[in-house]
């Protein structure tokens, strides 16, 4: 069987642009490696209540320099912890939908606040487990938050 040529070239192109996109890029870094990647400039402060006293606290900061994590947040890998922090970053800037119709299920007491800045956003959202709506939202923010007891 005959392959013409501009089909043969075509193929060569595809397999050419295929093999880039699997080796990354010039320095050899994937997406998702965390190296090489963009890091969002973002400064965000994490107050924690568990309910009874319980306050603790963490800062994620994320840059072009340096990723940084403290508090209780300090043994995650910053850049891990940033990209994480870009994925949920329209949901921290907006704010709850108005309106919402929300089952009255109580989840416990505790308690979260995100404020700082996101790419220039403003970030002011609180969190607690007082209802459906209210879990739900807590859900998405769990893996930045301690786990309950």
């Known amino acids: 069987m005959r392959v013409p040529a501009r089909s043969t070239l075509t193929l060569v192109v595809l397999v050419v642009l295929v093999a880039a996109g699997c080796a990354g890029g010039p320095d050899g870094a994937r997406p998702g490696d965390g190296a090489g990647r963009p890091t969002p400039d973002a400064a965000i402060a994490i107050t ?3 309910g009874g006293g319980d306050v603790r606290r963490a800062e994620i900061v994320c840059g072009d320099e340096r990723d940084e994590v403290r508090g209780f947040l300090r043994l995650e890998q910053a850049s891990d912890v940033c ?6 970053a329209s949901f921290l800037t907006a704010p709850p939908a108005r309106g919402r ?7 416990g007491p505790e308690r979260a606040r995100f404020a700082g800045r996101f790419a220039g956003r403003r970030v002011d959202r609180r969190f607690a487990r007082t209802d459906a709506c209210e879990v739900k939202d807590w859900e998405r ?9």
């Open 101 to 107: 119709v929300c089952a009255q299920v109580y989840a």
């Open 141 to 149: 923010v769990s893996g930045f938050l301690p786990t309950p007891r």
């Open 48 to 50: 924690y209540d568990g």
């Open 83 to 88: 990209r994480r922090l870009a994925g949920i």
